[in-house]
């Protein structure tokens, strides 16, 4: 009787299970069988010339919709974001920007701190073509009139910033007295540079175009002393977070080949190295576009002994190191791929090349909204995204929000430009400032792999533009000026790049596919323009007076 019961039982079960596979299955081809019955024809786009409002378009279906939607509210956005987050370590610098906050009115020595590059221009460099660029009135926009709403932290300048406040006994044992000392009450001038970068954070741009404290900031991250290491959780390959003596924190992303070799050919993209020059050479090219969305990157070189075992609490991270045959100090940590012994990243013999990318403020102080991208890869050897199968993809993207209204496609397109230029495959997801809704940049972060390729040119990034064919008209004029010989890119990138601690950072055959790859870029767009026609194709945002509302114009949505 029991075997006949458990036997039934078994039974039952695998019926269930047959019908929960058959309902998943039917889930997956209904949007398809429903969008291949619904369309008559195959017929092309073809352009119109007088463009409909992308609100009188038919609505994508739920499938698209799954695909599009923001991931903001899930587990993994803001409480444990994809990027840049933070790690519970002594002398969170949570508390000491605490003491920053308050209530009351400011006056205009506060817009003035927020903005204290803005008006600042640096004297050209003779024979500087860096200087030239920055000088040239495209780089010289000014940023429309900045309310409260429009900064990331309303800090009022005339508070004293305490460092006891910190609640940490530990301050500064180990440093100068004269740098922020414990005795002294130290003002907004004084904070120190992680802190001032973060205040100047605004709802156009993570940092103004000549801002001293960005240099300053680049130079703490190469001299400030380290004084806690802990591994990021997360994410496929190995990354630290170091803490600095003045408690500002960066993401370390140790060298893992040298600048000479290449991604081989049979690698996917998602199972590439991350390269820490990489990072660098990202921050520089973001800023040679005068995006400013990437979070200040500099190299360093770092004692793996001094600097990383012997500061380290983390016990999983220390019993990972060992003494290689050769007798070099040797790590491998714990992550999802490449932490092995077979994998171990060795100094020489315990120096270890690596790049710093300055953290973001606190999730706790200033969430962060993590979205899909629409163009996101399947991340699967033999499967394709929808994007890949389906050339007027970029029709259902329009008509789901955020990108149905506002400038998120442009930012879109933007970073799209901005991947190819560097052969990145790597973009799943994107960050925002919750504080700034949908009318705000895109932070561009994780550029680890890109340039890992020079002699091939991956055409498959540029997809977005190629189906959209739209364009910011400052983007597409600052492409085209960095393709002139006397503002070429290569060399602004060079000249950039050769002020880093770690250089050079390229070698030359990367350096020569940017130029490469723009000349291409600008071939799309203007086969876009032949088609569609220029007013179509480029949206003008350099007609925006001063003063206006902070909302930025509504792009003529088609």
């Given at each position: 009787?029991k075997?006949?019961?458990?036997?039934?039982?078994?039974?039952?079960?695998?019926?269930v299970?047959?019908?929960?596979?058959?309902?998943?299955?039917?889930?997956?081809?209904?949007?398809?069988?429903?969008?291949q019955?619904?369309?008559?024809?195959?017929?092309?786009?073809?352009?119109?010339?007088?463009?409909?409002?992308?609100?009188?378009?038919?609505?994508?279906?739920?499938?698209?919709?799954?695909i599009?939607?923001?991931?903001?509210?899930?587990?993994?956005?803001?409480?444990?974001?994809h990027?840049?987050?933070?790690?519970?370590?002594?002398?969170?610098?949570?508390q000491?920007?605490?003491?920053?906050?308050?209530?009351?009115?400011?006056?205009?020595?506060?817009?003035?701190?927020?903005?204290?590059?803005?008006?600042?221009?640096?004297?050209?460099?003779?024979?500087?073509?860096?200087?030239?660029l920055?000088?040239?009135?495209?780089?010289?926009?000014?940023?429309?009139?900045?309310?409260?709403?429009?900064?990331?932290?309303?800090?009022?300048?005339?508070i004293?910033?305490?460092?006891?406040?910190?609640?940490d006994?530990?301050?500064?044992?180990?440093?100068?007295?004269?740098?922020?000392?414990?005795?002294?009450e130290?003002?907004?001038?004084?904070?120190?540079?992680?802190l001032?970068?973060?205040?100047?954070?605004?709802?156009?741009?993570?940092?103004?175009r000549?801002?001293?404290?960005?240099?300053?900031?680049?130079?703490d991250?190469?001299?400030?002393?380290?004084?806690?290491?802990a591994?990021?959780?997360?994410?496929?390959?190995?990354?630290?977070?170091?803490?600095?003596?003045?408690?500002?924190?960066?993401?370390f992303?140790?060298?893992?080949?040298t600048?000479?070799?290449?991604?081989p050919?049979?690698?996917?993209?998602?199972?590439?190295f991350?390269?820490?020059?990489?990072?660098?050479?990202?921050?520089?090219?973001?800023?040679?576009?005068?995006?400013?969305?990437?979070?200040?990157?500099?190299g360093?070189?770092?004692?793996?002994?001094?600097?990383?075992?012997?500061?380290?609490?983390?016990k999983k991270?220390?019993?990972?190191?060992?003494?290689?045959?050769?007798?070099?100090?040797?790590?491998?940590?714990?992550?999802?791929?490449?932490?092995?012994?077979?994998?171990?990243?060795?100094?020489?013999?315990?120096?270890?090349?690596?790049?710093l990318a300055?953290?973001?403020?606190?999730?706790?102080?200033?969430?962060?909204?993590?979205?899909r991208?629409?163009?996101?890869?399947?991340?699967?050897?033999?499967?394709k995204?929808?994007?890949?199968?389906?050339?007027?993809?970029?029709?259902?993207?329009?008509?789901?929000?955020?990108?149905?209204?506002?400038?998120?496609?442009?930012d879109?397109?933007?970073?799209?430009?901005?991947?190819?230029?560097?052969?990145?495959?790597?973009?799943?997801?994107?960050?925002?400032?919750?504080?700034?809704?949908?009318?705000?940049?895109?932070?561009?972060?994780?550029?680890g792999?890109?340039?890992?390729?020079?002699?091939?040119?991956?055409m498959?990034?540029?997809?977005?533009?190629t189906?959209?064919?739209?364009?910011?008209?400052?983007?597409?004029?600052?492409?085209?000026?960095?393709?002139?010989?006397?503002?070429?890119?290569?060399?602004?990138?060079?000249?950039?790049l050769?002020?880093?601690?770690?250089?050079?950072?390229?070698?030359?055959?990367?350096?020569e596919?940017?130029?490469?790859?723009?000349?291409?870029?600008?071939?799309?767009?203007?086969?876009?323009?032949?088609?569609?026609?220029?007013?179509?194709?480029?949206?003008?945002?350099?007609?925006?007076?001063?003063?206006?509302d902070?909302?930025?114009?509504?792009?003529?949505w088609?």
């Amino acid at each position: 009787m029991k075997m006949i019961f458990l036997r039934k039982f078994r039974f039952l079960i695998l019926m269930v299970f047959l019908i929960a596979c058959s309902m998943h299955i039917m889930i997956d081809l209904l949007p398809k069988l429903e969008r291949q019955g619904s369309s008559g024809c195959s017929c092309s786009h073809t352009p119109d010339e007088n463009p409909q409002s992308w609100g009188k378009q038919s609505r994508p279906n739920k499938h698209t919709l799954r695909i599009l939607q923001d991931f903001s509210n899930e587990p993994s956005s803001n409480g444990s974001s994809h990027s840049l987050e933070r790690v519970a370590v002594p002398g969170d610098k949570t508390q000491a920007l605490s003491g920053t906050e308050h209530h009351g009115q400011r006056g205009e020595k506060k817009r003035q701190f927020i903005q204290d590059a803005a008006v600042t221009k640096k004297i050209p460099v003779k024979g500087s073509k860096l200087s030239a660029l920055f000088d040239h009135p495209l780089y010289k926009r000014a940023l429309p009139p900045l309310s409260d709403e429009d900064t990331l932290f309303n800090v009022n300048t005339d508070i004293r910033f305490d460092p006891k406040a910190a609640e940490d006994q530990g301050w500064n044992t180990e440093g100068t007295v004269d740098e922020f000392s414990p005795t002294g009450e130290l003002t907004a001038e004084s904070y120190p540079n992680w802190l001032r970068f973060h205040i100047g954070i605004n709802r156009y741009e993570l940092y103004s175009r000549h801002n001293p404290v960005i240099d300053a900031l680049l130079k703490d991250l190469i001299t400030q002393k380290i004084t806690s290491v802990a591994m990021k959780s997360g994410g496929t390959q190995l990354k630290l977070i170091m803490t600095f003596q003045n408690y500002g924190q960066a993401l370390f992303k140790p060298m893992k080949q040298t600048r000479e070799q290449e991604t081989p050919p049979d690698f996917f993209y998602f199972s590439d190295f991350e390269r820490h020059n990489a990072e660098i050479a990202a921050f520089h090219l973001d800023r040679v576009l005068d995006f400013r969305r990437v979070p200040p990157v500099a190299g360093r070189l770092v004692n793996m002994t001094k600097e990383i075992r012997d500061v380290t609490r983390d016990k999983k991270l220390w019993r990972t190191f060992f003494i290689s045959p050769a007798n070099n100090v040797c790590f491998y940590g714990e992550c999802s791929y490449y932490c092995s012994t077979e994998h171990a990243l060795c100094g020489k013999p315990d120096q270890i090349e690596g790049s710093l990318a300055a953290f973001l403020p606190d999730l706790a102080l200033a969430k962060r909204k993590t979205w899909r991208n629409p163009w996101r890869r399947s991340y699967h050897k033999r499967k394709k995204a929808e994007w890949e199968v389906d050339p007027d993809y970029c029709e259902e993207v329009k008509q789901t929000p955020p990108y149905d209204s506002g400038t998120r496609l442009l930012d879109i397109m933007d970073m799209t430009i901005f991947d190819f230029l560097m052969g990145n495959m790597d973009r799943h997801h994107y960050e925002t400032f919750e504080k700034f809704g949908n009318e705000t940049f895109i932070i561009h972060l994780d550029n680890g792999r890109g340039f890992g390729k020079h002699s091939h040119d991956e055409m498959s990034i540029l997809v977005p533009l190629t189906q959209c064919c739209r364009v910011r008209k400052s983007t597409h004029l600052r492409l085209q000026l960095l393709a002139k010989e006397e503002y070429k890119l290569s060399t602004l990138m060079a000249e950039s790049l050769v002020r880093d601690h770690l250089s050079p950072i390229l070698i030359q055959p990367h350096l020569e596919a940017m130029d490469r790859r723009l000349r291409q870029i600008l071939n799309v767009l203007s086969e876009c323009i032949e088609k569609e026609g220029y007013s179509y194709v480029v949206e003008d945002d350099l007609q925006e007076q001063q003063g206006t509302d902070h909302v930025p114009t509504s792009p003529r949505w088609r």
